[in-house]
């Protein structure tokens, strides 16, 4: 096992590390021809920063924080911006997936350490995307039940008083540093896993374990490799 003592619980990011999050190529699908190719990567990539902007204020629920991204970027680049564009986008988020192979090393780690997510999804999505990944999980946590979303400390204040841990009980994985791993790490949380996925720069100064194969988390717990 690498990491010196078993945790109470192994938590979890969902959308981006465990959920193929794919808003990229929704919003490409409900824009349609009305997003020009010459303006296609700035948009996306615009409304990628205005959402984690949005994230950083008062709570708003996550389809404002897709409408609010939008109309951001649209003003930014001088595109038009439909209510219902948004409103598309928001509904797509619960059909999507997991990533090749998660849900089977979910279910290979369920077997030695409890499992747990904290999201930004709203509680409604959140518990359709579990679903999607046919593992169990103890417990879901929302930012709509949290009241705020990550990167905000106060995510993992509510997940310690939630599980009732302390940061030394738990191990944390992501493939975001922005949004949980620097948090993870100012919160005291040690035991943390990166799952690089390849849309984030690598932060090897958060003291994290870096995985590029998710079928490697559970061999972190000590568990073997599935025969090939």
Not at 136 to 163: C, N, W
């Amino acid at each position: 096992m690498t990491f010196e003592t078993k945790p109470k619980f192994v938590t979890f990011d969902m959308n981006g590390t465990l959920i193929k999050f794919a808003i990229a190529d929704a919003t490409r699908q409900v824009l349609g021809d009305r997003l020009p190719a010459e303006l296609a990567d700035a948009y996306l990539q615009a409304t990628k920063a205005y959402r984690i902007d949005e994230c950083m204020g008062e709570y708003k629920p996550f389809h404002q924080i897709i409408a609010n991204s939008m109309v951001r970027a649209s003003r930014r680049l001088g595109l038009e911006y439909r209510e219902a564009d948004a409103q598309a986008v928001y509904e797509l988020v619960p059909t999507w997936g997991p990533y090749p192979g998660v849900t089977e090393a979910l279910n290979r780690l369920a077997e030695a350490v409890p499992l747990v997510i904290i999201t930004n999804s709203d509680t409604a999505q959140a518990e359709r995307l579990a679903g999607n990944l046919q593992a169990p999980f103890e417990v879901v946590i929302t930012a709509e039940q949290m009241g705020l979303y990550k990167p905000r400390l106060g995510a993992f204040e509510y997940m310690f008083d939630k599980l009732g841990v302390s940061p030394e009980e738990i191990v944390h994985v992501s493939a975001s540093p922005m949004y949980d791993l620097r948090s993870a790490a100012v919160m005291g949380i040690k035991n943390k896993v990166y799952v690089d996925r390849g849309f984030e720069h690598d932060e090897p100064w958060l003291g994290y374990e870096r995985i590029t194969d998710i079928a490697d988390l559970p061999v972190l717990f000590g568990l073997p490799r599935p025969a090939a």
